[in-house]
T-cell receptor, first 113, second 112 residues
């Protein structure tokens, strides 16, 4: 099946630093979604991207839909301790009634106060 | 608007038993998808239901099944449990028109 390569696998940063993570795919997607998951909880949707080249912000988070439709990145500016968690990218290829999400393996973010 | 709810949150079962998990979607959401999350395989798609019909299915054995009711609530069933079925089972719901899927807190299943 489709594979998403998400990098880096983990990051350890100081509070206040900016963070960048990305996902690449072997095939195109119509939609890219970014989620954050805290321990023992379900993923929470952060940003949804629908058009190639689209740049969308949500507070300190900014995400972009790559122009090739095979990649996306997420930036977090001025990180704070509550940014700690696992960040997942997910791609969706809409065709007919196909709404299956394909997920990356996640980026574990640790923020040192 | 209330979020996606899943019951139970935790479950311990023995090999060979079966289990049923429940998901109640956000009000107005008619699409319910199920995912399995494990440390080794990550998040994997199980199946999606819309208007009581299974529209899409992932690569899981037939022991994994589901259904959706007229009020859009969904259940998934796993029969003849195996140790490898231990995982966090997540459901995600989607409203009409958009692609965003909203996840519930999950059911942590442990098979001993």
């Amino acid at each position: 099946g489709q594979q998403l390569n998400q990098s880096p696998q983990s990051m350890f940063i100081q509070e206040g630093e900016d963070v960048s993570m990305n996902c690449t795919s072997s095939s195109i997607f119509n939609t890219w979604l970014w989620y954050k998951q805290d321990p023992g909880e379900g993923p929470v949707l952060l940003i949804a991207l629908y058009k190639a080249g689209e740049l969308t912000s949500n507070g300190r988070l900014t995400a972009q839909f790559g122009i090739t439709r095979k990649d996306s990145f997420l930036n977090i500016s001025a990180s704070i301790p509550s940014d700690v968690g696992i960040y997942f990218c997910a791609g969706q290829l809409r065709g007919g009634s196909n709404y299956k999400l394909t997920f990356g393996k996640g980026t574990l973010l640790t923020v040192n106060p | 608007k209330a979020g996606v709810t899943q019951t139970p949150r935790y479950l311990i079962k023995t090999r060979g038993q079966q289990v049923t998990l429940s998901c109640s979607p956000i009000s107005g959401h008619r699409s319910v998808s199920w995912y399995q999350q494990t440390p080794g395989q990550g998040l994997q798609f199980l199946f999606e239901y819309f208007s009581e019909t299974q529209r899409n299915k992932g690569n899981f054995p037939g022991r994994f099944s589901g259904r959706q009711f007229s009020n859009s609530r969904s259940e998934m069933n796993v029969s003849t449990l195996e140790l490898g079925d231990s995982a966090l089972y997540l459901c995600a719901t989607r409203g009409g028109g958009g692609d965003e899927q909203y996840f519930g807190p999950g059911t942590r299943l442990t098979v001993t």
